[in-house]
């Protein structure tokens, strides 16, 4: 992870204040994504229906779908580690026929090891390229980079977007696109469902956008339970987000009083690397692990999901073997989804014809 100052982070928390995203309203072109309260439910369908195409497209290996992007470039700058987001990201553009660009070194070996600052790295990225990935550790810089792009407008020949792959302990709204389009995929609707989140909700951004998308369907009378120790629950601004659109929620630390009576699962890894002092781990590491047992107790139609990459919270290793053998865990397609829900995204802010 590259290290940044104080000051650095107070500056794009500032951001999420200073820095209005653009609403979708059914045209996400040259669009930022930063965070998921862009996205109405109506977006939200057309971004599943593209995404649902591409999938049944690129499984019957269609020639076109890598002809959509030809001639685009994906600037691709990640601050800090990541798998699924960034390979996803990355084989999403280039299935669609685009291309990528990324630091030879990784950004730590880009002008940021000289101390060039966020606005100009990704100022930098947007002359050379149409969209850009971008995972910050900081809240906010996602909106610091949308802002300074914007600035740019008029002064360069071509627009650029940014698409956030997560920032710090804000959000990560790519992944709640996923992670609801893989709850609809496999439930049909929202429509009832009781959604339990378990674990680190406090420091998962992750938790945070998905809470906030769920709370998009206002109608759809779902409950949502908020399961973590106390010191991780969720912030206090998501929770009230969820009653101001009346979401039925309970927040407990006993995941025994409502794993039987939940539609999905959704566990989280708690997020070592946010902590400030190795104790306060410590003593909450343990509080919840998802085990076969444990899963014994959920209903037979229940999903388990969880963005990936897991530790201990899911056991041992042979915990995990058993786990993916059940029928019930979902987060091979949830992972999957990813690459397909980045494809129809990118599809729609650059414009393409799918
Ligand atoms: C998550 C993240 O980076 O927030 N991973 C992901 O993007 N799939 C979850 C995590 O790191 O625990």
Same mark, same amino acid.
């Given at each position: 992870m590259v290290q940044n100052t104080q000051r650095d982070q107070r500056r794009a928390a500032?951001? !999420?204040?200073?820095?209005?995203?653009?609403?979708?309203?059914?045209?996400?072109?040259w669009k930022h994504v930063v965070t998921v309260e862009q996205f109405e439910r109506a977006d939200l369908d057309i971004l599943f229906k593209v995404a649902t195409s591409l999938r049944r497209r690129v499984a019957s290996h269609?020639?076109? !779908? *890598? @002809?959509?992007?030809?001639?685009? &470039?994906?600037?691709?700058?990640?601050?800090?580690? *990541?798998?699924?987001?960034?390979l996803s990201f990355q084989a999403a553009m280039r299935r669609l026929g685009g291309e990528v660009i990324t630091p030879s070194g990784g950004v730590q070996f880009s002008s940021v090891y000289k101390g060039e600052n966020l606005a100009d790295t990704v100022r930098a990225a947007a002359c050379y390229a149409d969209v850009i990935a971008l995972r910050h550790p900081e809240r906010g810089a996602s909106y610091e980079a949308a802002y300074y792009l914007d600035t740019l407008r008029g002064r360069i020949?071509? @627009?650029? !977007?940014?698409?956030?792959?997560?920032?710090?302990?804000?959000?990560?709204?790519? @992944?709640?696109?996923?992670?609801?389009?893989?709850?609809?995929?496999?439930?049909?609707? &929202?429509?009832?469902l009781t959604i339990t989140l378990v674990g680190d909700l406090k420091h998962g951004r992750t938790v945070h956008s998905l809470a906030k998308?769920?709370?998009?369907?206002?109608?759809?009378?779902?409950? !949502?339970?908020?399961?973590?120790?106390?010191?991780?629950k969720m912030p206090r601004e998501i929770v009230a987000y969820l009653n101001v659109r009346k979401v039925a929620t309970i927040e407990t630390d006993r995941l025994t009083d409502v794993i039987g009576k939940t539609d999905v699962i959704y566990w989280t890894r708690v997020q070592e690397e946010r902590f400030e002092n190795p104790t306060e781990y410590d003593a909450i590491a343990d509080a919840f692990i998802m085990t076969p047992d444990l899963l014994a107790q959920a209903q037979d139609d229940a999903?388990?999901?969880?963005?990936?990459?897991?530790?201990h919270e899911m056991g041992t290793p042979s915990d995990h073997d058993l786990l993916d053998e059940d029928t019930r865990s979902v987060y091979f397609a949830q992972m999957e989804n990813g690459m397909f829900v980045r494809m129809a995204l990118l599809a729609l802010v650059l414009g393409l014809e799918v």
């Open positions: 500032d951001f !999420v204040k200073r820095y209005n995203p653009p609403r979708i309203f059914g045209d996400f072109k269609d020639p076109d !779908v *890598s @002809q959509l992007a030809r001639g685009y &470039l994906m600037a691709s700058l990640f601050f800090e580690a *990541s798998t699924r987001t960034d020949t071509r @627009q650029t !977007v940014v698409l956030s792959g997560g920032d710090g302990i804000g959000e990560h709204p790519t @992944q709640a696109l996923l992670d609801l389009f893989t709850i609809l995929d496999q439930k049909q609707s &929202l429509d009832n998308l769920i709370a998009r369907f206002e109608n759809a009378r779902t409950r !949502v339970n908020l399961v973590s120790p106390e010191s991780l999903i388990l999901m969880h963005p990936l990459p897991r530790k």
